[in-house]
């Protein structure tokens, strides 16, 4: 048997996908000895000449036939290829194959027509009967077809969610450990240091939006949303802090209101936007860093001042990119990432039902 198995997967053109080769190979063993002794009745295997002139003409045409209704069917599942296109993907390919395979068999009842030893005529009342089996075998041929392209679709879904959630369970875990960061805690406690002799009420007002910073970061810690009015709170603290550390070299403008009373987004994530800006970007006070948050009807918008560092020594591993795959679990929009010349922005999609994740 499994010599057999090689020697016919050896026959295989390049043409075809090993499924489709497969199948091809399983479809040929049962319907062309029933298609021919239905073409051709009793005579073809009481008679050797209508046996083998049937058996030569039905391996051409379903030679000719698999390649035609191959490219139809490959056709169509490019034009719907997800596992949700099923039913419509269905439908479609039964029309088509439909029709290609009622054409085809007719041409082929006419070539054989012409062929005396087979003694058919082309005419109604053997059409008709043809294309009723046509019609038979495309309904079995489509909806097998989508019933097993559809699971391996919903498959292929699937390990790409578990990948996803690992991905994102990973991104959780490094994002406890590095929750208190410690680059910016010591960069912030510097700058209090030195205010507290040169300005003890901007110090105090340092030391408690430092106070606010930490305090949303662990509280946030394990949650999958956050209220919007909730983060920009938090990142008008985180804001203040980065005035004060970095002075004339950032602008950071925030929305005086958000109008979203009940919209989520992820926690942290404007934070995240934000220290991709200063990751990649420099800062003098005479080209100031820009950075704008922007309330739209159903996104926020993080945008900066595009002024690249010729150089990043440092790449965060949980920066922007996991932001994108966790919005990708969570969100039925995607994030939007743009460029031009002056300016780059990403578009965070606004969650209005909080999602859950098992």
Known sequence: MTTIRQYIERLR??????????????????WVPFGNYFYFGPRYLSDIRVFVAGSLGGQTT????????????????????????????????????GMAVIALSSIFLW???LVPVLEITFNWQVLWPIWLLDGVFVFIFSVGLNLTYAYQQWKAEQIEIESLKSKVLEQQIDALKQKVKPHFLFNSLDSISALIHEDGFL???????LARVYRYMLQSSGQEQALLTDELHFIAA?????????????RIDLPETTLKPAAFILPLSLQVLIDNALKNN???????????ILIHEEQVTVRNSLQRK?????????????????????????????????????????????????
């Open 282 to 292: 420099t800062m003098l006070p005479s080209m100031p860093l820009v950075i704008e």
């Open 62 to 97: 379903y030679a000719i036939s698999i390649v035609v209704l191959t490219l139809i069917v490959r056709r169509i599942i490019a034009l719907y290829p997800s596992f949700r296109q099923t039913f419509v993907r269905t439908l479609v390919m039964m029309l088509m194959v």
């Open 238 to 250: 985180y804001a203040s802090l980065l005035r004060v550390r970095f002075g004339s070299r950032i």
């Open 203 to 209: 110090a105090e007002r340092m030391v408690d939006n």
């Open 111 to 113: 070539v054989f027509s």
């Open 13 to 30: 053109p390049s043409f075809f996908s090993r499924q489709e080769w497969w199948f091809n190979v399983g479809m040929f063993a049962v």
């Open 310 to 358: 010729r150089l990043v020594l440092h790449h965060d591993r949980h920066g922007l990119g996991n932001l994108i795959l966790r919005y990708k679990m969570l969100a039925a929009e995607p994030v939007v990432v743009a460029e031009t010349s002056q300016t780059f922005s990403v578009t965070l999609p606004l969650l209005h039902v909080i999602p859950t994740i098992q």
